[in-house]
């Protein structure tokens, strides 16, 4: 170990600055969304099993809804655009404008070179939780998803029900490409309803028991035309343990509901990033 300079001491105590201070990003319409989404009926439900992974479509201006159903159950999510597979939810981005975790009025952002945004958390119902003494929230944007290389890393098992093949599979089963090109879509995901932080004396990624209860929901605003795909994670509410069937683990729902268009006349879907990319060259 070096040994620190005189004024050590001086440097650690300079105050933090924001990297993003995000008052300039793009505002979703959080109360358009909201009436918009009192006039909304059901037009669609996937049951995703314990252990498995489902996907659902959500059209641009529909809400969907992500229930815990049973018991207490985490959920790995993915995002897409439905018309393009390259376009797909930035986790990394997304922690970087708004936070380790997420909750009403936050959103989903894009991968480069699209960044737009995706999604609109419109209600959560766990926003009571905050940020509790050990630096624990939830939903988080701080995981990537449990996979079965880490798990044969660590431990040399084979697993085949991690968060990571749960998601290559329902993605394969709904697009009907082949496993290992979907493989390569798969990605960091939103940790809904996990409850997650970082140790304050070694910095390591810690989970505890979600504090997610049946009837619990997060429902975001689609806006844009998506497809996403959601593992209920082996880990169960994650208090102890995953990559492994000891786990209690639940069901999930997922809802769309349609709104009243005529709710969203002066809404039009997240546009194109404004970036020419051309990136320093004369022409591209
Ligand atoms: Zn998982």
């Not at 380790?100 to 070179?113: A, K, N």
């Not at 737009?116 to 995981?143: C, K, N, P, Q």
């Not at 085949?160 to 995901?189: I, K, M, Q």
């Amino acid at each position: 170990m070096n040994k620190a300079p005189k004024d050590a001491e001086a440097r650690r105590a300079i105050a933090p600055v924001i990297v993003y201070p995000n008052d300039t990003l793009p505002k979703p319409d959080l109360s358009m969304m909201r009436a918009a989404r009192a006039s909304a009926t059901k037009v669609d439900e996937v049951i995703v099993p314990p252990r498995e992974g489902g996907c659902f479509r959500a059209d641009a201006g529909q809400f969907f809804r992500i229930t815990s159903v049973e018991g207490p159950q985490v959920g790995d999510l993915n995002l897409w655009y439905a018309h393009d597979l390259n376009e797909r939810f930035f986790s990394g981005k997304t922690r970087a404008l708004h936070g380790t975790h997420v909750s009403s009025g936050d959103r989903l952002w894009s991968s480069l070179p699209y960044l737009r945004a995706m999604a609109t958390i419109v209600e959560d119902t766990l926003d009571w939780y905050g940020m509790d003494a050990f630096g624990g929230s939830v939903h988080d944007v701080i995981g990537t998803r449990c996979d079965p290389y880490t798990g044969y890393l660590l431990s040399g098992v084979q697993y085949h029900h991690c968060c990571h093949s749960n998601l290559t599979r329902a993605l394969a089963e709904e697009t009907g490409l082949p496993l290992h090109a979907c493989e390569f879509h798969v990605h960091d995901v939103l940790n809904v309803f996990m409850c997650t932080g970082f140790t304050r004396d070694t910095g390591q990624y810690f989970m505890k028991a979600s504090p997610v209860r049946p009837g619990d929901y997060i429902e975001f605003f689609a806006d844009i035309d998506l497809l996403g795909a959601l593992s209920a994670c082996p880990g169960g509410d994650c208090s102890a343990t995953h990559t492994s069937d000891a786990a209690a683990c639940y069901p999930l729902k997922v809802e769309i509901f349609e709104p009243d268009r005529a709710l969203l006349r002066d809404w039009s879907p997240s546009p194109a990033n404004g970036y020419d990319r051309t990136h320093g060259t004369r022409d591209a």
